[in-house]
Antibody, heavy 123, light 107 residues
Framework: QVQLVESGGGVVQPGTSLRLSCAAS????????MQWVRQAPGKGLEWVAA????????YYADSVKGRFTISSDSSKNTLFLQMNSLRAEDTAVYFC????????????????WGQGTLVTVSS | DIQMTQSPSSLSASVGDRVTITCQAN??????LSWYQHKPGKAPNLLIY???KLETGVPSRFTGSGYGTHFVFTISSLQPEDIATYYC?????????FGQGTKVEVK
């Protein structure tokens, strides 16, 4: 069965960096686009970034563009989110999610989610 | 960006009641709309996609309808296990956007 397990969350100071990982299993990783979605405390869901199954195309929300980088390693079935210049408003649970499409630009529909990892940005 | 306006933000209903949630897009998204159920501490769960198609394994008491800018999600007979927050999401245009969520509680 499809499993997505996030890791790498924690408490960090503003301006610092953090790298999230998502270990995927139960499907052919390179056949699916992948996404990161976050949920700030007491708030709704916010799409963060997406990457095509072959890793070539990447898309970002304006709120993270230039600070966050999505990447993937198909040999390890792992999705990453490198988060730099972190701000208090980046505090959230970050979910890894599988898109139903292989090309991110034609996707957007999520069929599987992980349980999330909490990132807290605070001084 | 496409704005998704979901209402109500919360509701309280009795077991067996019919529950309806609406989602309005500020521009045409054809049928590129999904509904998710999210329970605290758990992974969100896809219920409906393409506005009205039921995801495999999801109980038939969950239905969706609509096209263009107006969408409706219905639970025909609320069950205790349906207590959760429900979100609509459009995937017609990047950036993909979610509604604000509807928290469903049992009276």
């Amino acid at each position: 069965q499809v499993q997505l397990v996030e890791s790498g969350g924690g408490v960090v100071q503003p301006g610092t960096s953090l790298r999230l990982s998502c270990a995927a299993s139960g499907f052919i990783f390179s056949h699916y686009a992948m996404q990161w979605v976050r949920q700030a405390p007491g708030k709704g869901l916010e799409w963060v970034a997406a990457i095509s199954g072959d890793g070539t195309n990447k898309y970002y929300a304006d709120s993270v563009k230039g600070r966050f980088t999505i990447s993937s390693d198909s040999s390890k079935n792992t999705l990453f989110l490198q988060m730099n210049s972190l701000r208090a408003e980046d505090t959230a649970v970050y979910f890894c999610a599988r898109d139903t499409a292989s090309v991110a630009a034609r996707g957007g529909l999520i069929d599987y989610w992980g349980q999330g990892t909490l990132v807290t940005v605070s001084s | 960006d496409i704005q998704m306006t979901q209402s109500p933000s919360s509701l309280s209903a009795s077991v067996g009641d019919r529950v309806t949630i609406t989602c309005q897009a500020n521009q045409d998204i054809t049928n590129s709309l999904s509904w998710y159920q999210h329970k605290p501490g758990k992974a969100p769960n896809l219920l409906i996609y393409d506005a009205s198609k039921l995801e495999t394994g999801v109980p038939s008491r969950f239905t969706g309808s609509g096209y263009g800018t107006h969408f409706v999600f219905t639970i025909s007979s609320l069950q205790p296990e349906d207590i959760a927050t429900y979100y609509c999401q459009q995937y017609d245009h990047l950036p993909w956007t979610f509604g604000q969520g509807t928290k469903v509680e049992v009276k």
